[in-house]
């Protein structure tokens, strides 16, 4: 029996698709590292119980390391973006977090950089505060061992490529490094946004949104870039249209990047027939009821749509495109 509603929460699910595509569905996916995380800082006397925990988001991990500070007895400060809604904003304040929102902006990498200006500022003036860098810190690859041994005993010893967004780093990443312990031929696919400077797409532009959460527009220190086998940029037009056929296929109810890694693991699954392909769905689709649903006449069926295969950076074009990655280092 769980001690804490965060950890029924960061408990995946898998869903098997069909026979070689299967979904790692999470309800809220960085409950599974911010748990580790702050539990293992306690352990090693890094924090104590009471100490104020800090960090920048733009929504989900702030939820995450809200739950996390409630199960542990420890006080949570959030310098939000200005995606953090009404919603998640009431259960932040529930919750005893306190929340610090910026004001409306529309250049990413600016709130970004506001949010991590503040956040030193913070520091400056309360210097016993914990800053959790869930961008930077490694200690956030914890939680994902137990998901791992989960997949590896579910999969049954299968050929193993997984899919999901890089984001932070943390997940797909992480998950890759515990499932290489035991089969170090798992490969790794990257799905990213255009716009996201990760893997060198900052020069092409989605004239939508940049998806929230797989991308970036500042460096991330926990992205290994050379954990990755191949990439793959989605636009937000298509992955709506997969989103919407992930609901309408498989009943599965899931967010914007979640489409995103079910249209490149469809394209993966049809490529190497011998292989297990697994995708990663990191939270629900609530959050996107108005953007993506809503218009889900929109959709193009997703067997229209394949990617540009391309050998450099310098080709990426949307609305989809995938490239070799080898495990190479970051670009230059």
Known sequence: MDQHIAEAIGRPDLIRLDDRLVCLRFETMKVVSALAAVRHLLDTGVVRRG??????????????????????????????????????????????????????????????????????????????????????????????????????????????????????????????????????????????????????????????????????????????????????????????SAGVDLLRRHAVFAGLSTGAGYLAARWERDRSPRRTVLFVAADTGHRYVDTVYARHREAVPIGSLAPRQVAGLDELALPWSRMDWNRADPPS
């Open 51 to 240: 100490d104020t925990l800090l960090d920048s988001s733009s929504g989900i991990y702030a939820y995450a390391l809200a739950l996390a500070c409630h199960r542990y007895g420890m006080r949570c400060h959030i310098v939000g973006s200005t995606t953090v809604d009404h919603t998640l904003r009431t259960q932040l304040a529930v919750l005893g977090a306190t929340l610090e929102q910026m004001e409306p902006c529309s250049d990413l990498k600016l709130d970004q950089k506001r949010r991590v200006e503040r956040v030193h500022e913070i520091l400056a003036e309360h210097p016993g505060h914990h800053w959790m860098r869930q961008y930077h810190d490694d200690v956030h690859y914890l939680g994902y061992r137990a998901v791992a041994d989960l997949i590896r005993g579910a999969t049954d010893g299968a050929e193993l490529t997984l899919v999901g967004g890089v984001g932070s780093g943390a997940s797909t990443g992480a998950l890759a490094h515990y499932l290489r312990e035991d089969a170090p031929g798992t490969e790794l696919v990257g799905v990213q946004p255009f716009g996201s400077i990760t893997f060198g797409a900052e020069h092409v532009a989605d004239p939508e949104i940049i998806i929230a959460g797989i991308g970036s527009s500042i460096p991330f220190g926990n992205v290994r870039h050379a954990s990755y086998d191949t990439l793959h940029w989605i636009s937000f037009d298509a992955a709506l």
